[in-house]
């Protein structure tokens, strides 16, 4: 079936350096993606989105970016901090469709 | 707004006990849905609710059942706790078209079945 996940399961990186967390899918239909972080002990919060009529999406320190040819999702986290330190999802959805979540990359911030 | 509310935190049941886990939101949702995350792994949508009245199920709906009498509320339920429901449970609400805004989760029910 269609599934969402992850290259990489574990990624540490130094303080104040930049991050990329990476996700496959394999829905070609999918036309809306979030990623979600999660710290220990706490639910998933929402951290940025994009929909399948864009490429690039930035927020605050983070951004994301989306490659439909190769079904490519990436969280871009710059100047990474002790609090970036968590779970990071990304889940994809058709239309109004439930989302469908990956497995998650652990990053861990090395002070 | 306190969001989506889970209650207990924590618990730990016997085998072939039962429980319920409640789920809460003050945001006027229509949508309300249950995921299990087991260690290291990602969400798993047990079941899933779209409005007062009506469920359906998700991924991995044996050995639960929900309700959603209102609007706020959306119980989970255990009838004969089994080893393999040990996991953390995470409630999610999101407006109609959640599937294009994202879910707000709560912040979850680690259980232990002994």
């Known amino acids: 079936g269609e599934n969402v996940g992850l290259h990489l399961p574990t990624l540490s990186v130094q303080e104040g350096d930049n991050s990329i967390i990476n996700c496959a899918y394999s829905?070609?239909?999918?036309?809306?993606f979030i990623w979600y972080k999660q710290e220990s002990g706490k639910g998933p919060q929402f951290i940025i989105d994009?929909?399948?009529?864009?490429d690039k999406r930035q927020g605050q320190r983070v951004t994301v970016l989306l490659n439909k040819t190769v079904k490519h999702l990436s969280l871009q986290i710059a100047a990474t901090q002790p609090g970036d330190s968590a779970v990071y999802f990304c889940?994809?959805?058709?239309?109004?469709?439930?989302?469908?979540f990956g497995t998650g990359t652990r990053l861990t911030i090395i002070p | 707004n306190a969001g989506v509310t889970q209650t207990p935190k924590f618990r730990i049941l016997k085998i072939g006990q039962s429980m319920t886990l409640q789920c809460t939101q003050d945001?006027?949702?229509?949508?309300m849905y249950w995921y299990r995350q087991d260690p290291g792994m990602g969400l798993k949508l047990i079941y899933y609710?779209?409005?007062?009245?009506?469920?359906d199920k998700g991924e991995v709906p044996n050995g639960y059942n929900v309700s959603r009498s209102t609007t706020e509320d959306f119980p989970l339920r255990l009838e004969l706790a089994a080893p393999s429901q040990t996991s953390v449970y995470f409630c999610?609400?999101?407006?109609?078209?959640?599937?294009?805004?994202?879910?707000?989760f709560g912040s979850g029910t680690r259980l232990t079945v002994v």
């Open positions: 999610a609400s999101s407006p109609p078209d959640g599937g294009t805004y994202g879910y707000t």
């Open positions: 945001m006027n949702h229509n949508y």
């Open positions: 829905n070609s239909a999918s036309d809306y």
């Open positions: 609710s779209v409005g007062a009245g009506i469920t």
């Open positions: 994009i929909r399948s009529n864009m």
């Open positions: 889940a994809e959805s058709f239309g109004n469709e439930k989302l469908t």
